[in-house]
Nanobody
Framework: QVQLLASGGETVRPGDTLNLACVTS????????MGWFRQAPGDRRELIAR???????IYSDSVKGRFIISRDNAKSTLYLRMGGLKPEDTAKYYC????????WGQGTQVTVSS
Protein backbone atom coordinates (compact mmCIF):
# COMPACT_ATOMS: atom_id res chain seq x y z
CA GLN A 1 0.00 0.00 0.00
CA VAL A 2 1.45 3.33 -1.10
CA GLN A 3 1.79 5.93 1.67
CA LEU A 4 3.03 9.52 1.39
CA LEU A 5 3.14 11.15 4.83
CA ALA A 6 4.10 14.81 4.61
CA SER A 7 4.85 16.74 7.78
CA GLY A 8 6.51 19.88 9.09
CA GLY A 9 4.02 22.50 8.01
CA GLU A 10 3.05 25.27 10.39
CA THR A 11 2.24 28.96 10.57
CA VAL A 12 5.34 31.13 10.22
CA ARG A 13 6.24 34.76 9.52
CA PRO A 14 7.57 36.17 6.24
CA GLY A 15 11.27 35.52 5.91
CA ASP A 16 11.24 32.45 8.14
CA THR A 17 12.63 29.03 7.25
CA LEU A 18 10.69 25.78 7.41
CA ASN A 19 11.68 22.17 6.80
CA LEU A 20 9.20 19.66 5.40
CA ALA A 21 9.60 15.89 5.25
CA CYS A 22 7.66 13.22 3.38
CA VAL A 23 8.06 9.67 4.60
CA THR A 24 7.05 7.17 1.93
CA SER A 25 6.40 3.46 1.71
CA UNK A 26 4.84 0.88 -0.58
CA UNK A 27 6.81 1.64 -3.75
CA UNK A 28 10.49 1.65 -4.91
CA UNK A 29 11.36 5.18 -3.73
CA UNK A 30 15.07 4.90 -4.53
CA UNK A 31 14.57 4.41 -8.28
CA UNK A 32 11.88 7.00 -8.93
CA UNK A 33 12.04 10.76 -9.51
CA MET A 34 10.10 12.62 -6.82
CA GLY A 35 8.50 16.02 -6.53
CA TRP A 36 7.04 18.51 -4.09
CA PHE A 37 3.72 20.01 -5.09
CA ARG A 38 1.59 22.71 -3.50
CA GLN A 39 -2.01 23.83 -3.77
CA ALA A 40 -3.45 27.07 -2.49
CA PRO A 41 -7.22 27.49 -2.04
CA GLY A 42 -8.87 28.01 -5.41
CA ASP A 43 -5.68 27.19 -7.33
CA ARG A 44 -4.49 24.17 -9.22
CA ARG A 45 -1.92 21.89 -7.65
CA GLU A 46 1.51 22.84 -9.00
CA LEU A 47 4.88 21.14 -9.10
CA ILE A 48 7.47 23.37 -7.43
CA ALA A 49 10.53 21.15 -7.07
CA ARG A 50 11.70 17.85 -8.47
CA UNK A 51 14.63 15.55 -7.86
CA UNK A 52 15.90 12.64 -9.89
CA UNK A 53 16.90 9.31 -8.40
CA UNK A 54 20.48 10.57 -8.63
CA UNK A 55 19.81 13.88 -6.88
CA UNK A 56 19.53 16.25 -9.84
CA UNK A 57 17.10 19.04 -9.02
CA ILE A 58 14.81 21.44 -10.89
CA TYR A 59 12.73 24.23 -9.35
CA SER A 60 9.84 26.37 -10.46
CA ASP A 61 10.63 30.05 -10.88
CA SER A 62 8.43 30.86 -7.89
CA VAL A 63 10.73 29.03 -5.44
CA LYS A 64 14.10 28.95 -7.19
CA GLY A 65 16.86 30.24 -4.96
CA ARG A 66 14.74 29.91 -1.80
CA PHE A 67 13.75 26.22 -1.56
CA ILE A 68 15.97 23.14 -1.60
CA ILE A 69 14.68 19.64 -2.34
CA SER A 70 16.63 16.60 -1.20
CA ARG A 71 16.14 12.90 -0.63
CA ASP A 72 17.39 10.09 1.56
CA ASN A 73 16.95 6.90 -0.41
CA ALA A 74 17.90 4.73 2.57
CA LYS A 75 14.99 6.22 4.52
CA SER A 76 12.58 6.54 1.57
CA THR A 77 12.12 10.15 2.63
CA LEU A 78 11.86 13.36 0.64
CA TYR A 79 12.72 16.76 2.13
CA LEU A 80 12.01 20.39 1.31
CA ARG A 81 13.90 23.21 2.98
CA MET A 82 11.94 26.41 2.53
CA GLY A 83 13.80 29.67 3.09
CA GLY A 84 12.77 33.30 2.67
CA LEU A 85 9.12 32.37 3.01
CA LYS A 86 6.55 34.75 1.55
CA PRO A 87 2.78 35.03 2.09
CA GLU A 88 2.29 33.67 -1.45
CA ASP A 89 3.93 30.41 -0.33
CA THR A 90 0.83 29.72 1.79
CA ALA A 91 -0.56 26.40 0.57
CA LYS A 92 -0.92 22.74 1.36
CA TYR A 93 2.25 20.90 0.37
CA TYR A 94 2.37 17.34 -0.98
CA CYS A 95 5.02 14.96 -2.21
CA UNK A 96 4.53 12.42 -4.97
CA UNK A 97 6.33 10.46 -7.61
CA UNK A 98 6.90 11.88 -11.07
CA UNK A 99 4.64 11.57 -12.90
CA UNK A 100 2.30 11.78 -9.89
CA UNK A 101 0.04 8.92 -9.00
CA UNK A 102 -2.78 8.19 -6.57
CA UNK A 103 -3.00 8.36 -3.61
CA TRP A 104 -1.77 11.89 -2.87
CA GLY A 105 -1.65 11.69 0.88
CA GLN A 106 -2.99 14.30 3.28
CA GLY A 107 -0.33 16.94 2.66
CA THR A 108 0.94 19.44 5.23
CA GLN A 109 -0.30 23.01 5.61
CA VAL A 110 2.14 25.91 5.41
CA THR A 111 0.82 29.36 6.29
CA VAL A 112 3.00 32.46 5.98
CA SER A 113 1.52 35.46 7.72
CA SER A 114 2.69 38.46 9.66
Amino acid sequence: QVQLLASGGETVRPGDTLNLACVTSGFPFNVLPMGWFRQAPGDRRELIARISRFGETIYSDSVKGRFIISRDNAKSTLYLRMGGLKPEDTAKYYCNTLPPDEPWGQGTQVTVSS
